[in-house]
């Protein structure tokens, strides 16, 4: 499987093979001792980790059900009227789809997946950059993509990548594409980082997006003895990045429930003391809020 698709989730693997986690995380420790593949957190990758980067083919059937429940919950981050930027990824393409239903938003992307996705909004406009096409991820990158985005500016800017870590922040294998999102950030008044559980702890060649710089990860609720997402998640909350985690278990609760009903089921609770400009810091909560919590972040969120 990972021959076929460059990467996969221990999750996917369990599913596949009809065993637990536990069994698939042994025997992947033992193919990694023969050297047939690597290990990264919450999943295998082929052999050359840092450098390698698996094609659109490959990310699209990895965590599935997690990117979904990701999207569902960081499209309640973008309002009506705003003017936003969205960078390439799987992740992001999901974000996309949802993104249809805002009235008057204005998406700016170098990503075909997303504009693609976008098409037929009749209430979004969609502004492209320039560039070269890169096919493996159907993204335009190199100075052309770049030198479109000068002078921009936007609320937020959506971005995903290949490893996430509260050391170094967002990263990514190619470094033309790595250049580009360093120029979308650049663009924003706020970065929202989408990554599913299996990036944390994950670190790759080329810096995107330092960890100061990042106001909020939307992710997926790691699985119960992933004792190192849980760790990595706690140390960005602990530098001042929002975390917004989703339920779990591939659930999708969001696709087709009103806007203030997906965000009460978000776990996103704030951490007294401001590390910069911009919104209240959160942790992750490891249970549901409360009623009268959820009514005080929301009020907090008014303001």
């Known amino acids: 499987m990972v021959r076929a698709n460059g990467a996969v989730s221990l999750r996917e693997l369990a599913r596949v093979v009809q065993t637990s986690e536990v069994t698939v995380r042994r025997d992947v420790r033992a193919l990694e001792a023969e050297g047939l593949l690597d290990r990264r957190h919450g999943g295998a990758v082929l052999p050359g980790g840092f450098t390698r980067e698996s094609g ?3 990310k699209s059937h990895l965590a599935t ?6 999207a569902d919950l960081a499209a309640n981050f973008v309002e009506e009227g705003e003017a936003i930027v969205v960078g390439a990824g799987t992740t992001t393409q999901e974000l996309a789809r949802r993104l249809a239903r805002v009235p008057g938003l204005t998406v700016v992307t170098n990503s075909l997946l997303v ?3 976008l098409a037929h909004a009749n209430r979004v406009e969609v502004v492209m ?3 070269t096409l890169r096919g493996s991820n159907y993204a335009l990158v ?3 993509a770049e030198q479109s985005l000068q002078g921009l500016r936007v609320s937020r800017a959506f971005l995903s990548g290949s490893g996430l870590t509260a050391e170094r922040g967002l990263s990514t294998s190619n470094m033309l594409s790595a250049s580009v999102d360093r120029a979308l950030v650049q663009a924003a008044a706020e ?3 989408l990554a599913d559980h299996t990036k944390l702890g994950t670190d ?10 990042i106001t909020r990860l939307v992710t997926d609720e790691p699985p119960a003895h992933d004792d190192r997402a849980a760790t990595e998640l706690q140390a960005l909350a602990d530098q001042g990045v929002q975390v917004a985690v989703a339920p779990g278990n591939g659930s999708n609760p969001a696709s087709d429930s009103s806007s203030s009903s997906s965000r009460q089921q978000r776990r996103d609770v704030p951490l007294p003391g401001p590390r910069r400009q911009g919104p209240l810091r959160s942790a992750v909560a490891l249970t549901e809020p409360q009623p009268n919590e959820r009514a005080r972040v929301a009020d907090l969120r008014r303001r």
């Open 129 to 131: 950059t320039g560039g």
């Open 204 to 213: 790759t060649m080329f810096q995107t997006v330092p960890t100061d710089l």
């Open 65 to 70: 059900a997690e990117k979904t429940a990701i």
């Open 56 to 58: 659109f083919p490959q």
């Open 115 to 117: 504009a693609q996705a």
């Open 191 to 193: 970065v929202v980082v």
């Open 142 to 144: 190199g100075s052309g």
